[in-house]
């Protein structure tokens, strides 16, 4: 069975610094891998996903995560935080569950503040 | 509009009333999910169906009930609500071979009192 740690259930940074959200994955099989956004009194949005190909994905809004198997590994980056970054994001992996089907999990949550 | 639509995005009630929660949806998908989100334990399945005919039960499904009324539409309903019922519960669809991207509606807020 697979599995999604978000390490960090709260990050705190100022306007203009980085922004890293760490997300580790279990998967007996290549998995699928998403970031989600929850802007405040919104559902979940994708930012990002990794499928195959290139292990470095672009998202919306200047995020962009790399996918490194050795470390299992799908840490989400964004060099400048914007106040507009608060948020909630969800870091979720797919796998092959027999035929056309997927099972998706999702981690707890990183909820991001943005400081002024 | 929005094309994940959940109704109603707000609920006030009392414990053992019955709740239904509603998703519509205008993507062509015939996949269609109900969540559960409550703080620090993220999301969880509650129950999906993958056409009409096929329901399956999720992760925490006790308590909750769902209806594939059309391709379109998949409601999950409290037949009697209690307190630890309340939570921020979506609607999410995903295509057939989509990778299980899910789509998600704005959510319903439920309160159980």
Known sequence: AQSVTQLGSHVSVSEGALVLLRCNYSSSVPPYLFWYVQYPNQGLQLLLKYTTGATLVKGINGFEAEFKKSETSFHLTKPSAHMSDAAEYFCAVSVPSGGSNYKLTFGKGTLLTVNP | ?113
């Open chain 2, 1 to 113: 509009d929005a094309d994940v639509t959940q109704t109603p995005r707000n609920r006030i009630t009392k414990t053992g009333k019955r709740i239904m929660l509603e998703c519509s949806q205008t993507k062509g998908h015939d996949r269609m999910y109900w969540y559960r989100q409550d703080p620090g334990l993220g999301l969880r399945l509650i129950y999906y169906s993958f056409d009409v005919k096929d329901i399956n039960k999720g992760e925490i499904s006790d308590g909750y009930s769902v209806s594939r009324q059309a391709q379109a539409k998949f409601s999950l309903s409290l037949e009697s609500a209690i307190p630890n019922q309340t939570a921020l519960y979506f609607c999410a669809t995903s295509d057939t071979g989509g990778n299980g991207e899910l789509f998600f509606g704005e959510g319903s807020r439920l309160t159980v009192l």
